[in-house]
C-alpha cells in the first residue's frame, strides 16, 4: 500500500503531488485527526490506492500541520479531496463519500486504455522519440477509433515528420467541433505554413526574387511559408508584416490572415505575440 500512498507536506507536496502527476493522477486527501469523516474516507482511498496498483497515487496532507498548502488550494472544509493531473487540479469531492462513489469519481479520472497509451506517446514525444510516439498513438487509435486527441496529435508528429499529406488526411477526418478547438487551430496553422513552404522555391530564390521586385506579394508569402514551417516565427511575421504594409488587400488580405494563424500556431500570447499585434494595428490603421 505504501509505494501508492504518501503522507505529504511542504516538504515533498511538489515532489509528490505537482511533479508526479505529470505522469498519474494524484489524489489529494486534506484530513485531521479530530475529524471523523476524514476517518473514514482514509481507509477507502488507502484500499482503492493499493486496489489500481498506481494508476493513481493517493497523496494525504494533514491539514492541521499543513494549513499553508490547505489555504493555497481553498480548502474550507475537511475531508476535502483534490485531484491533479498535469500538475493542475482537474477534479475534486468534499465529505465522507461512499466506497462506490469514490471508484465512479476515479473512473472519470483515470485514463482509459486508449488514454494510457496516449499518455506514453507523449512521453515519448517529449523524449525526441517521434517514430515510438507515432507508433503508440496508432494503437491507441486502434482501441478507440473515436479519439480525436489521438488522430491530431498523430497528425501534428506528421507534420514534424514532413508527412505532410497523411498529416492533412488525419487532420480533416476530424469533425467540424474537433476542428475549431485551439489546439486543432494551432496543429492546422503549423500543417498550413508547411504545405506552404513545401511547395515554394529555396530561401535564397526567395530573397533575390523580392530584392529585384519588393512589391513581389506571391514571393514573400513563400518565403513566408517557408520560415514559420522552419520555426523561425519571427523572421516570418516580419516578411508578412511587410507585406500588410505594401499591400493588404493582396489576395483576400491573405498576409493579414496568415499573421493571426502564426498567432494560433504560437498559442494566441507570449512576447512575440504582443509585439506583432501592435505593429499589426498600427500597420492597418
Do not use: T
Not at 475537511?78 to 482537474?90: D, M, Q, R, W, Y
Not at 465522507?96 to 514525444?125: C, D, N, Q, W, Y
Not at 487532420?171 to 511547395?199: I, K, N, P, T, Y
Not at 496568415?258 to 500556431?265: D, P, Q, T, Y
Amino acid at each position: 500500500m505504501e509505494q501508492y500512498s504518501f503522507d505529504v507536506d511542504a516538504g515533498n507536496f511538489q515532489q509528490v503531488v505537482i511533479e508526479g502527476s505529470q505522469h498519474v493522477p494524484v489524489l489529494v486527501d486534506f484530513w485531521a485527526e479530530w475529524c471523523g469523516p476524514c476517518r473514514a474516507l482514509k481507509p477507502i482511498l488507502e484500499k482503492l490506492a493499493a486496489e489500481f496498483q498506481g494508476k493513481f497515487i493517493l497523496a494525504k496532507v494533514d491539514s492541521d500541520k499543513n494549513q499553508d498548502i490547505a489555504a493555497q488550494f481553498g480548502v474550507r472544509g475537511i475531508p476535502s479531496v483534490k485531484a491533479f493531473l498535469g500538475g493542475e487540479i482537474v477534479d475534486e469531492f468534499s465529505g465522507a463519500l461512499p466506497e462506490s462513489e469514490v471508484r465512479e469519481f476515479l473512473k472519470r479520472l483515470i485514463p482509459s486504455p486508449a488514454g494510457e497509451l496516449h499518455i506514453a506517446a507523449g512521453r515519448a514525444r517529449d523524449q525526441a522519440n517521434l517514430a515510438e510516439a507515432l507508433k503508440l498513438l496508432g494503437e491507441a487509435a486502434k482501441v478507440d477509433a473515436r479519439n480525436e486527441a489521438v488522430r491530431l496529435d498523430a497528425a501534428d508528429i506528421l507534420v514534424e515528420l514532413g508527412q505532410l499529406d497523411e498529416a492533412r488526411r488525419l487532420f480533416d477526418s476530424l469533425s467540424a467541433l474537433a476542428r475549431m478547438e485551439e489546439r486543432a487551430q494551432q496543429v492546422l496553422a503549423r500543417l498550413s505554413f508547411a504545405e506552404g513552404g513545401q511547395q515554394s522555391g529555396d530561401e535564397a530564390s526567395l530573397r533575390g526574387r523580392i530584392a529585384e521586385q519588393p512589391d513581389d506579394m506571391a514571393a514573400r508569402m513563400q518565403l513566408a511559408n517557408r520560415l514559420v514551417a522552419a520555426g523561425r516565427h519571427q523572421e516570418g511575421l516580419e516578411q508578412l508584416l511587410e507585406m500588410v504594409r505594401r499591400d493588404r488587400a493582396w489576395n483576400d488580405e491573405a498576409a493579414r490572415k496568415a499573421i493571426l494563424a502564426v498567432f494560433s500556431l504560437l498559442g494566441g500570447q507570449g512576447p512575440l505575440v504582443s509585439e506583432y499585434r501592435r505593429k499589426l494595428a498600427r500597420a492597418l490603421n
